[in-house]
């Protein structure tokens, strides 16, 4: 999970990514910030000059999962200081397979995350493509497996936390 923040001024609008100021517009027209706005969340991959880098192609793993946990919005005056983060310690994640691995089976995995301050969500992956993001414990994920006998399973789980810090976890399981 990662923090997005605008912060209007009269003279310039700076752009935070996880706390760091990463960009800032002075040359715009300052009438069109003191009307009435509206917000609006988006993936915005091609539209309003923004460039998905890289661009999607054969490989990218569709839906793209956009969540929000919450957007704030202040009146002119009222704008906090933008956020900093200080939380430099990782989460950390170990994964476990809570059924048989067999041949043409459901397999079911729990990861257990815990943090400083608190896990945001649990990514899986399986044989290196992602697969499915969980937001709250328990985390869990099932995938088949194919009838190939002896096919081997390379199973990650990457937990985040607030501030973006990340741990990833690997386990590999092979069908008898």
């Not at 990782?90 to 476990?96: D, K």
Request: hydrophobic share 35%.
């Amino acid at each position: 999970m990662h923090e997005y923040t605008c912060h209007y001024q009269s003279n310039k609008v700076e752009y935070y990514f996880d706390g760091v100021l990463r960009h800032t517009l002075t040359q715009f027209n300052p009438p069109l910030l003191t009307g009435p706005m509206d917000l609006r969340l988006t993936l915005g991959l091609f539209g309003g000059g923004a460039v998905w880098s890289p661009l999607p192609d054969a490989t990218t793993v569709w839906p793209i999962i956009f969540r929000v946990d919450r957007v704030e919005v202040w009146q002119p005056g009222t704008v906090p200081v933008p956020p900093t983060s200080t939380d430099t310690t990782l989460p950390t994640v170990s994964l476990v397979v809570l059924s048989e691995v067999k041949r043409k089976s459901k397999v079911t995995v729990q990861a257990t995350a815990a943090d400083n301050i608190r896990v945001t969500r649990v990514d899986f992956q399986v044989n290196g493509s992602p697969i499915y993001s969980v937001a709250n414990a328990p985390y869990l994920y099932e995938f088949n497996t194919t009838g190939k006998p002896g096919g081997t399973y390379r199973i990650d789980a990457t937990a985040y936390d607030a501030a973006g810090n990340h741990t990833t976890t690997t386990l590999t399981v092979k069908a008898q």
